[in-house]
């Protein structure tokens, strides 16, 4: 007879992300702790941040979407991404098999995916939560599963949640009109391959136009994501607008976050890419455009147009001209970055 467990926890139990270091971006930090657990070091925080684009591309939306970064973008349906092509992407960069799993599947077949979790926490394997109500990594279960741990956000214990909630409890209604119902279960699988790691930074440093490229008709990314946030703000977006009504993160200091982020600690995957690869020296202009970035938020911050924006600050035609110069200016720098990496590719 085989008795199964009914509690379990995995042996690595820390923070998910370390956001008074520039962790912005969760995702990045999921995939990083199921790397860690996996035994590849080399795999971290800014790996991610870098293989996803994230660290390297400012977004913005016309809608009030309040997505923290591209991958965000990319995770979720209602902004026309793909979760499955996303995923399997993601890590096959890595040389790793990977499937994401709907909550509408995980309904339709609870007791073989919670069985899988199960066999993967087991193994010491955490399993990535994403998406309403939860953000995050699985690390343990109680009772059989009914109950399971996760660790999310700056926590470095596990919380615990009914799986009757995820599935099927009622989710706080968010004060994003985005968010969907429903998210989904991350299973990173076995290794298929071993990749050069020099190979994988090089890959994903010239991905870094394709990314800035992106256009729809509610979001774009890179240069064009600093010309429309400068252009709503200078057309008179706020203008009408109500105190209880602007919603400041999701309006402005969202894309000032990424803004403030992606300045400095891209420096992160480009040190490493150059170390890797030290015939790509053109990374080293790239750098100064990013540092230069840096000074366009220290600006806006003296202008009241960074983190410490007003509602009227943005319905002050002179205060919000001088803030949206500032924000093109900092779309000139990364026009400039999208330029030199055309000019090597």
Request: with cysteine.
């Amino acid at each position: 007879m085989i008795t199964r467990q009914s509690n379990n926890i995995i042996p690595v139990i820390h923070r998910l992300v370390t956001d008074e270091y520039g962790e912005n971006y969760w995702f990045n930090g999921c995939a990083k702790y199921v790397m860690e657990c996996l035994g590849e070091p080399d795999y971290d925080y800014w790996f991610f941040a870098g293989l996803t684009g994230d660290v390297f591309t400012q977004h913005y939306t016309c809608t009030k979407y309040a997505g923290d970064a591209l991958s965000s973008y990319r995770m979720e349906e209602n902004m026309g991404g793909n979760p499955v092509k996303f995923v399997g992407d993601i890590f096959a960069k890595c040389g790793y098999a990977a499937t994401y799993v709907s909550n509408q599947d995980l309904q339709k077949n609870t007791e073989m995916y919670l069985n899988t979790l199960i066999a993967y926490i087991d193994k010491g394997v955490p399993v990535i939560a994403w998406g309403t109500p939860l953000v995050g990594v699985f690390v343990g279960y109680e009772d059989y599963g009914k109950v399971l741990l996760y660790i999310t956000g700056n926590s470095n214990q596990p919380e615990r949640v009914s799986l009757n909630k995820i599935l099927h409890g009622e989710v706080e209604k968010s004060q994003y009109e985005y968010r969907s119902v429903f998210g989904g279960w991350i299973f990173v699988g076995e290794k298929k391959e071993s990749r050069p790691l020099a190979q994988i930074y090089r890959e994903a440093i010239l991905e870094i136009p394709t990314h800035m490229s992106v256009k729809t008709d509610s979001y774009c990314f890179g240069p064009e994501a600093f010309s429309a946030w400068a252009g709503d703000i200078e057309n008179g977006k706020f203008d009408g607008m109500k105190p209880d009504e602007f919603d400041t993160w999701a309006y402005y200091t969202n894309y000032i976050c990424v803004l403030a982020t992606n300045s400095g600690c891209c420096n992160h995957f480009i040190n490493k890419a150059l170390a890797l690869n030290p015939d790509m020296a053109y990374l080293n202009e790239i750098r100064s455009c990013y540092n230069k970035t840096a000074a366009v938020w220290s600006d806006l911050e003296t202008l009241g147009g960074g983190f410490n924006i007003t509602l009227e600050a943005l319905q002050d035609k002179e205060k919000r001209a001088k803030i949206a110069d500032k924000i093109r200016e900092a779309g000139d720098f990364i026009d400039e970055v999208a330029c030199i990496l055309q000019n090597h590719i």
